[in-house]
């Protein structure tokens, strides 16, 4: 139904950037209701970024000052700046959204991406 798919990762020396995408088709109850999610290899999945249905933006502490999560909603596109990148960001970075009000206001996300593999070099 909902369809996620990422794209931009790839490989970069520490310090460089990366800008991933994430193009929503099918149904999705709120294109701003949507996030970032990573996981590297051995490590739990994490919640990067968010952004709400009223535009606020949540980082996780790790990324904070360095990425920026955006959205185009006319394109159902949501967007993940990526600067200052380094070692421990590598992982792969999955896009996820949720199809319901309820799950929204649970941060509650059913439809996932099949994710953009990001590797950083020091």
């Known amino acids: 139904q909902v369809r996620l798919v990422e794209s931009g990762g790839g490989s970069v020396q520490s310090g460089g950037s990366l800008r991933l995408s994430c193009v929503a088709s099918?149904?999705?109850?709120?294109?701003?209701?949507m996030g970032w999610f990573r996981q590297a290899q051995g490590k739990a999945r994490e919640n990067v970024a968010r952004?709400?249905?009223?535009?606020?933006?949540t980082y996780a502490d790790s990324v904070k000052g360095r990425f920026t999560i955006s959205q185009d909603a006319a394109k159902n596109t949501l967007y993940l700046q990526m600067n200052s990148l380094q070692p421990e960001d590598t992982a792969m970075y999955y896009c996820a959204a949720v199809d319901t009000l309820s799950r929204c206001r649970r941060n509650d996300y059913n439809n996932w991406g099949q994710g953009t593999s990001v590797t950083v070099s020091s």
């Open positions: 099918g149904y999705v109850f709120r294109s701003g209701c």
């Open positions: 952004l709400d249905t009223d535009g606020s933006k």
